[in-house]
């Protein structure tokens, strides 16, 4: 029952994501409506990331954790960009690049065992093939690191234009992480067909 509860909460935060994602994009940068709903999306991803966690201690496959510190990272990051505009690194900002570094040995690593064939990760029986992805990911991850990590001759991090694009760079590989997990595990494993079947048709 507590797995089933939370994996509707890590459903409906990872569909309210989804639907926020698409109204930032099309909302006008800068104005009081594209704030809002990305505060709405930035929450969501939080809670898909705090539930993914909780979902692999419930035993749920080891990548679902791994793609929630992903996504929470980048996520973060992202709406750092956008409120950090004197640039300053703080701890905060610290912290993520800490977060970010452990995702992407995290994503090598689960890539490395899948390859193997080992049984140490639990996964969803797609084969070692299946290990490319968190392969992709450990790299995407790694890239966002190194250009978090980037400071200008004052120590201070992206301003005005360069602050923006990274803000969009960050924030767009979050929405590709949401769709891409979307794709690999409700719609592959059909959860939501497993969840509207167990809500909707009474049990015998």
């Known amino acids: 029952m507590l797995q089933m509860a939370i994996l509707i909460v890590h459903i409906f935060a990872g569909s309210i994501a989804l639907?926020?994602?698409?109204?930032?994009?099309?909302?006008?940068?800068?104005?009081?409506?594209?704030?809002?709903?990305?505060?709405?999306?930035?929450?969501?991803?939080?809670?898909?990331?705090?539930?993914?966690?909780?979902?692999?201690v419930l035993g749920a496959p080891f990548f679902l954790l791994m793609i929630g510190i992903f996504s929470g990272y980048i996520v973060a990051v992202g709406w750092r960009r956008a409120v950090n505009r004197k640039g300053e690194v703080v701890k905060i900002d610290r912290?993520?690049?800490?977060?970010?570094?452990?995702?992407?040995?995290?994503?090598?690593v689960t890539s490395a065992v899948i390859f193997s064939g080992s049984n140490l990760i639990k996964s969803n029986g797609e084969?070692?093939?299946?290990?490319?992805?968190?392969?992709?990911?450990?790299?995407?991850?790694?890239?966002?690191?190194?250009?978090?990590?980037?400071?200008?001759?004052?120590?201070?991090?992206?301003?005005?234009?360069?602050?923006?694009?990274?803000?969009?760079?960050?924030?767009?590989?979050?929405?590709?992480?949401?769709?891409t997990a979307f794709l690999l595990t409700a719609v592959s494993n059909s959860v939501f067909l497993w969840i509207i079947l167990r809500l909707l048709v009474p049990l015998e």
């Open 95 to 108: 912290i993520l690049i800490a977060i970010g570094i452990i995702g992407a040995l995290g994503l090598f």
């Open 19 to 56: 639907c926020t994602a698409a109204g930032a994009f099309m909302t006008k940068k800068g104005r009081a409506w594209h704030a809002r709903i990305g505060k709405i999306y930035s929450f969501a991803m939080m809670m898909v990331a705090l539930s993914s966690f909780m979902l692999v």
């Open 127 to 179: 084969g070692r093939i299946f290990g490319i992805v968190p392969l992709v990911f450990a790299g995407i991850c790694g890239g966002l690191v190194w250009v978090q990590t980037r400071v200008d001759e004052k120590g201070l991090a992206p301003r005005e234009k360069l602050r923006i694009t990274q803000h969009v760079i960050f924030m767009g590989s979050g929405t590709i992480a949401t769709v």
